[in-house]
């Protein structure tokens, strides 16, 4: 099996940056696309960012030109650079990884990231 741990979340005053990660371990697969949600008290979980095994990059409207995802060229671990943070911004944010062939979807624990004003 496959888990996903993240690692960078944490407190910061606004206008201040992060930088995410998560890393894959277990059986080596294949993923079609990996990423980042997020979900705030009494939201929807929602996407922020992610990208395709052939590195193409979908961001959430909120998060263009702060945020930036990037990866390994093995596609093993994933970044979220999050840059000019905002109180809004706050949530638990989850890396996410989908499987070639199944598509199954795999979960990260979640790390929780919290931006006073």
């Known amino acids: 099996q496959v888990q996903l741990v993240e690692s960078g979340g944490g407190l910061v005053q606004a206008g201040g940056s992060l930088r995410l990660s998560c890393a894959a371990s277990?059986?080596?697969?294949?993923?079609?696309?990996m990423g980042w949600y997020r979900q705030a008290p009494g939201k929807q979980r929602e996407l922020v960012a992610s990208?395709?095994?052939?590195?193409?990059?979908n961001y959430l409207d909120s998060v263009k030109g702060r945020f930036t995802v990037s990866k390994t060229i093995a596609a093993r671990t994933v970044y979220l650079q999050m840059n000019s943070l905002k109180p809004e911004d706050t949530a638990v944010y989850y890396c996410?990884?989908?499987?070639?062939?199944?598509?199954?979807?795999?979960w990260g624990q979640g790390t929780q990231v919290t931006v006073s004003s």
């Open positions: 990208m395709s095994r052939g590195g193409m990059t």
């Open positions: 996410y990884a989908q499987s070639a062939g199944a598509k199954t979807d795999y």
């Open positions: 277990g059986s080596i697969i294949i993923f079609n696309a």
